[in-house]
């Protein structure tokens, strides 16, 4: 059932969408991680083209069955995937192919920049202790700086340009 719910096909042909490929993109050789588990698996800086690729493949093929604000999601709606994201949280689905699907979507916001989805991605992978798994150094990847290091980052700063 659950390939079912992924592999629901596309209906529209649009160009600016994750699911259009260049001829330079197909070559680029797949990840050694399964898409599916990008999200949950690499640090934020360990993405290069190739796991860019395969998961902008991933995202813009797949169409799953009863996961609300997919197509928001899929037109650039940071708030959307981190909606989604929110409602699968809770322990009983950390690790299901639908909740797999959804956070995919949500590391494609946070590789291109939105705050939400990172601090969003941060706070999913840490619920994943709940599985037994240790994810501490992840998931303070996907976290940006806290208050206190900007804090201490600006004063530096206005130290150095007073000096």
């Not at 941060?122 to 976290?143: H, I, K, N, P």
Request: hydrophobic share 50%; glycine share 4%; net charge neutral.
């Amino acid at each position: 059932m659950a390939n079912a719910i992924l592999a629901f096909p596309r209906q529209t042909t649009r160009t600016d969408d994750p699911a259009h490929a260049t001829e330079a993109n197909l070559a680029l050789p797949e990840p050694a991680i399964p898409t599916l588990q990008l999200w949950r698996r690499l640090p934020a800086d360990a993405f290069g083209a190739a796991e860019r690729v395969a998961l902008q493949a991933l995202i813009g093929s797949a169409r799953p069955f009863g996961v609300a604000h997919w197509r928001e999601a899929l037109a650039g709606d940071d708030a959307a995937a981190v909606a989604m994201a929110l409602r699968l949280c809770g322990v009983d689905v950390l690790d299901t192919q639908r909740h797999d699907l959804v956070l995919s979507m949500l590391l494609w916001h946070a590789l291109n920049g939105s705050a939400a989805a990172r601090t969003t991605l941060a706070f999913t992978l840490d619920r994943r202790r709940y599985l037994g798994e240790d994810v501490e150094a992840l998931a303070r990847s996907w976290r940006g700086p806290s208050r206190t290091a900007i804090h201490r980052a600006q004063l530096r700063a206005l130290v150095e340009a007073l000096s």
